[in-house]
């Protein structure tokens, strides 16, 4: 490859390809290919690269320009390297194709968020090349398992490597799409983001045979109308300062931005936004419970006894395992003796870090040579990123951002994560090379 910023595209259709797919197992995943690709980059770049191992397969990277003030801040930016699933008759073209196609990279990744860690890597090589020597530390992380919770990655680090890993600042995903408003563009950053209470619900019958269904306790269809009224459920709305602080932000008129201040009616007017950025809106105003999986059944002419259905829970700030326990019953009524729900993580709830900081305003310099005058507006991640893991371990100040051209809206990204048809335009990772090489270079020093 040569030694430009151009090195981005082959370096995300490369990841792209070497589908590091997570389902969640343990023998998923296989990041060590991708760890492979990048650390051959770097060393390449004359980048000392530390590789660490959590499970067989299960490989992350982290290398470091070392800063020449031991009182100056350190700096990591954090990518994964791994993918979620992806039903491949659904695509148009190849998800594990990479392909390049009127100026898009295509494939499961390229928004989340190979698209990012490309670019990081890629702008770290850069800097090296140049003889980039810093004041604060400078630390590029690739890590393993972010898309099952970061048990293989970015949490086996801070806990096991902590030397590695441990940081002032960080910055991962995502953030830096800009969103015009009449008060001039607003790049959004992530401050925050929503507990990931991944929970299994469980509920029994009685077995017997499945020719004889009459008066049988069938499992089954008593988790069918527990799914049900969990999709029928709404959470209560909760419009707090984050969110108040959002919608002031994009500085839209009043007709607009009154109905999404009013928690009466709030819902009924995201009918009037962008299906993408409705999406957004709701999940950052509701703790989300999801069902995701269902698994039922031992043969087919055996009427089931056990089931357990998979939610998906993201819990706004404040809200715990008893909140979410509760919300469920709610939901569920005269059916929720009936269930018992485990939560794979219940301490897992919401995390932030200062709204403003150094490193913010450091984006927001480094933001204005693709945007002259924009403004960065603090946002909720509703989903969840390896930021957790380094504010909770490291009391870390951790931020998503990244940037994006006007060709890739907030609408398409928030559609085409974990969806189908992902893709990058080349304009946005090329940016994103360029701002992280500015903004590193202004904030380190």
């Not at 660490?52 to 031991?70: H, K, M, N, Q, Y």
């Not at 469980?202 to 269904?213: A, D, K, V, W």
């Not at 951002?401 to 994560?417: K, R, V």
């Not at 335009?425 to 500015?438: A, F, R």
């Amino acid at each position: 490859m040569a030694h430009a910023t151009t090195d981005v595209v082959p370096l995300t259709q490369q990841l792209i390809r070497n589908r590091c797919v997570n389902d969640g197992a343990v023998t998923s995943g296989e990041e060590l290919r991708n760890a492979d690709l990048l650390q051959t980059y770097l060393e390449g770049g004359g980048l000392d690269v530390q590789r660490f191992e959590s499970a067989p397969g299960r490989a992350s990277l982290v290398t470091r320009i070392e800063g020449s003030d031991p009182d100056a801040p350190s700096l990591c930016l954090c990518g994964h390297t791994d993918v979620v699933p992806v039903n491949e008759e659904r695509w148009d073209h190849d998800p594990f194709g990479g392909e390049l196609i009127d100026g898009f990279v295509w494939g499961r990744g390229a928004i989340d968020m190979f698209n990012i860690t490309a670019s990081m890597v890629v702008a770290a090589r850069r800097l090296a090349d140049r003889g980039f020597r810093p004041k604060g530390t400078l630390i590029v992380a690739a890590v393993a398992d972010e898309e099952a919770g970061g048990t293989y990655g970015a949490e086996h680090l801070a806990v096991n490597e902590a030397d590695a890993v441990r940081c002032d600042y960080l910055i991962t995903e995502s953030g830096g799409f800009p969103l015009p408003t009449p008060a001039g563009v607003r790049l959004p950053y992530l401050a925050e983001e929503k507990g990931p209470m991944w929970a299994t619900l469980r509920l029994s019958g009685t077995p017997g045979h499945g020719s004889m269904p009459f008066g049988s306790d069938n499992a089954l269809i008593k988790a069918a109308e527990v799914v049900r009224r969990l999709g029928a459920y709404k959470p209560p709305t909760r419009l707090d300062g984050a969110w108040r602080g959002f919608v002031d932000g994009l500085g839209i008129p009043e007709e607009l931005a009154g109905p999404l201040l009013q928690e009466e009616g709030f819902v009924d007017a995201l009918a009037f936004l962008p299906v993408g950025i409705a999406k957004m809106a709701y999940s950052c105003t509701h703790t989300t419970i999801t069902p995701t999986m269902l698994q039922a059944g031992s043969k087919l002419n055996i009427i089931p006894e056990a089931v357990e259905v998979g939610l998906d829970i993201r819990t706004l700030p404040g809200d715990g395992a008893d909140q979410v326990r509760e919300m469920i019953d709610r939901a569920l009524g005269d059916l929720a003796g009936e269930v018992t729900v485990d939560f794979h993580r219940p301490d897992d709830t919401a995390t932030e870090s200062p709204a403003q900081s150094p490193l913010v305003d450091a984006m927001g310099r480094a933001a204005q040579q693709f945007y002259e005058g924009a403004s960065l507006l603090p946002m909720r991640m509703v989903g969840t990123t390896d930021a957790r893991h380094f504010r909770r371990h490291f009391g870390t100040a951790a931020y998503g951002f990244g940037m994006f051209s006007e060709t890739t809206s907030l609408d398409q990204i928030a559609t085409m994560a974990h969806g189908d048809n992902e893709r990058i335009d080349v304009e946005s990772l090329e940016m994103s090379v360029q701002l992280w090489e500015t903004l590193v270079a202004d904030f380190l020093g």
